[in-house]
């Protein structure tokens, strides 16, 4: 029976970019940036009616390619849903909840493959934007190291944690910081910070080993007893959750806004000297 094989290359237009065949696949190398607007991609129109629910629109399919794979992402990056995070060094002190030292090591973030744009909009002042987003949960599964205390419990032990955050229920408010600059006629977005503030009704966590196994009883108890407690625990932790989550975003939209011109995002969006002045580069 005959076979056809679909080039996953041509879903993205033109790219900067070498191939070479090695017998069984094509490779890419030295991408760049997409010289040709992605086909998932839809354009809009700032300066034209219905910016806002085009730029929703554009966004939510956005995240749906991340999710599908977008090759030259998954080569930087890895998958989307699950999400791989660098080790997250953790320190509250001085804090009515929490006083506590942690590491946590092999990282792993999962959720955004059932992510919700509910607004994307964008500033025609300095051309930052403010993403509100759904999801029904987001779960951090990680190794840990703590010492310290929490809610008066003191910690001392190492092991899996786990974090689910949100019960069908968790917004996320993110607010996106950038400049932009010209590459080989094109314009580029350079992601320079991001905030994001979550709303949920519901925090569920487990923490093995918490004692270092020397009371399994008194370790069911803690963990029962930071459940019930949820909002405390979190507030305990909510550094660590916030910046592991604003990390996370902030690299992939990098990695995005770096392969993909603004200019196929928001079609008549300025160039740098038109937005800041003769002096912009």
Not at 52 to 58: I, W
Not at 74 to 102: C, M, S, W, Y
Request: charge should be neutral; proline fraction near 4%; include cysteine.
């Amino acid at each position: 029976m005959a076979s056809t094989r679909t080039n996953p290359i041509g879903l993205f237009g033109g790219l900067l970019t070498i191939l070479w065949w090695n017998g069984a696949h094509f490779n890419v190398a030295a991408v760049e940036y997409y010289t040709e607007k992605p086909s998932f991609l839809p354009s809009c129109r700032i300066y034209e009616p219905g910016f806002t629910e085009c730029c929703t629109n554009s966004t939510q399919k956005l995240m749906d390619q991340l999710n599908i794979g977008i090759p030259e992402i998954l080569e930087q990056h890895g998958t989307f849903d699950p999400g791989h995070v660098k080790d997250v060094i953790f320190k509250q002190d001085n804090n009515e909840v929490a006083t506590i030292r942690a590491n946590l090591s092999q990282v792993v973030l999962r959720g955004f493959s059932n992510i919700k744009i509910k607004e994307s909009r964008v500033s025609k002042k300095d051309f930052s934007w403010q993403t509100k987003i759904y999801l029904p949960k987001l779960r951090l599964d990680a190794k840990y190291k703590m010492l310290g205390r929490i809610l008066l419990i003191p910690l001392n032990g190492s092991g899996n944690i786990f974090l689910e955050i949100g019960e069908e229920d968790l917004n996320m408010l993110v607010l996106t910081k950038s400049q932009i600059y010209e590459k080989g006629g094109f314009t580029f977005y350079n992601i320079t910070g991001v905030q994001a503030k979550l709303n949920m009704s519901r925090i569920r966590s487990h923490l093995d080993n918490l004692f270092n196994g020397k009371s399994p009883e008194v370790e069911s108890s803690t963990n029962q007893f930071f459940n019930d407690n949820w909002r405390d625990f979190y507030e305990a932790l909510k550094p660590l959750v916030i910046d592991t989550v604003q990390s996370t975003l902030k690299n992939v939209m990098s990695l995005v806004f770096n392969l993909i011109p603004a200019n196929f995002f928001i079609e008549d969006i300025p160039t740098s000297q038109q937005l800041y002045g003769k002096g912009a580069q």
